[in-house]
């Protein structure tokens, strides 16, 4: 079950720029901007209810209109409502220096090695033959019942 707990999420940024912060659940290695952490956003400046263990992203931009100052600080969200901060990154390649850390933090997050999921309604597709070979093949001794 997921614990939500209320942490203030900070704003690193100047509030007439753009400012954002997202609970991260994935990278897409494939690309090097912002773009590239998949999850969900949430407000800045204020108390908000996020998942313990967490990671977190908060962006802000400060100074004129015409030439913003990029900042991004990298957290992790801890179960007495603070955050831990992992990292932090300015200027136009932000999102690439932080990207190797969330990768990380999120590998570190979870009992699953990278790339491995729980099951899901697909396996339902697949005969008991097929699932049981399956099991045999990861060194599971089952047998068909």
Do not use: C
């Not at 773009?35 to 004129?64: N, R, T």
């Not at 590998?107 to 399956?134: I, R, T, V």
Request: no cysteine; net charge negative; charged share 25%.
């Amino acid at each position: 079950m997921e614990v939500l707990v209320p942490v203030h999420v900070p704003m690193v940024g100047d509030e007439r720029h753009k400012n954002w912060a997202k609970i991260i659940h994935s990278v897409d290695t494939s690309k090097d901007s912002g773009w590239a952490f998949e999850g969900d956003f949430i407000a800045v400046g204020g108390i908000q209810d996020v998942p313990a263990g967490s990671v977190m992203i908060v962006y802000g931009e400060k100074g004129s209109r015409t030439n913003p100052q990029i900042a991004a600080q990298l957290f992790v969200v801890n179960a007495d409502a603070t955050l831990t901060p992992q990292a932090a990154a300015k200027g136009r390649a932000w999102a690439r220096t932080l990207r190797d850390r969330v990768i990380e933090l999120l590998a570190k997050g979870s009992d699953e090695p990278p790339g491995q999921q729980d099951w899901g309604p697909e396996l339902g597709l697949f005969n008991d033959l097929a699932l049981l070979q399956e099991l045999r093949r990861r060194g599971h001794n089952v047998e068909l019942g």
